[in-house]
């Protein structure tokens, strides 16, 4: 069955910087967009970014351009979202996404979500 775990949340001040990884496995890692996702206490989801599945387009939210980067490693079947200049804003549950598809990264199309990763911002 598919599987997406999370790992690489943590405590971090402001201007930090944070890793995370998704380790997919159950499918194809390589035939599908993946996509990052957040949720901050009493908001609603927010989508971060997304990756076509073989890396050759990504695209992110205004709010976390020029800070965040997505990456996948489709031999390692691994995803990633690497976090630069932190801001207490930026403070959520992080989940990693598949869509249904190889080049969508619209949160409509996501069929299967990890368990999430806490990151959360000091100011």
């Known amino acids: 069955q598919v599987q997406l775990v999370e790992s690489g949340g943590g405590l971090v001040q402001a201007g930090g910087s944070l890793r995370l990884s998704c380790a997919a496995s159950?499918?194809?890692?390589?035939?599908?967009?993946m996509s990052w996702v957040r949720q901050a206490p009493g908001k609603g989801l927010e989508w971060v970014s997304g990756?076509?599945?073989?890396?050759?387009?990504?695209y992110y939210a205004d709010s976390v351009k020029g800070r965040f980067t997505i990456s996948r490693d489709n031999a390692k079947n691994t995803l990633y979202l690497q976090m630069n200049s932190l801001k207490p804003e930026d403070t959520a549950l992080y989940y990693c996404?598949?869509?249904?598809?190889?080049?969508?990264?619209?949160?409509?199309?996501?069929?299967?979500w990890g368990q999430g990763t806490q990151v959360t911002v000091s100011s």
């Open positions: 996404a598949k869509s249904k598809f190889a080049f969508s990264i619209e949160i409509i199309d996501v069929d299967y």
């Open positions: 159950g499918f194809t890692f390589s035939s599908y967009a």
């Open positions: 990756i076509f599945s073989d890396g050759s387009d990504t």
